[in-house]
């Protein structure tokens, strides 16, 4: 794997990037609601998340399992604390 190559890219080598518990906000008909996440990668517009429940991504009526990766906008995610 080059890794100048992924730096040029924007995206971050996973051997990098260090994965934090996060927030994945999301807006639907009904109101909001926030499901639990670790993010696991980063390019210069997006987070590359792992879910820890499933979820339904607003907007694309995708429903996201338990464990599966997926790119989402920076804006929809905040970090939460670890108790």
């Known amino acids: 794997m ?3 190559k992924l730096f040029e890219m924007g995206r971050t080598p996973p051997e ?6 996060a927030w994945l906000h999301l ?4 109101g909001r ?6 993010v696991v990668g980063e390019t ?3 987070y590359r998340i792992r879910t ?8 694309r ?3 996201l399992s338990v464990g599966e990766t997926v790119l989402v906008p920076k804006r929809a995610i905040s970090k939460r604390k670890r108790v």
């Not at 807006?27 to 009904?30: A, K, L, P, Y």
């Not at 609601?33 to 670790?38: A, D, M």
């Open 27 to 30: 807006e639907g008909w009904s």
């Open 52 to 59: 820890e429940k499933a979820c339904v991504i607003a907007g």
């Open 16 to 21: 990098v990037y260090t994965p934090w518990l």
């Open 33 to 38: 609601s926030k499901s639990p996440v670790i």
């Open 44 to 46: 210069s517009t997006k």
């Open 61 to 63: 009526n995708r429903m």
């Open 2 to 4: 080059n890794f100048k």
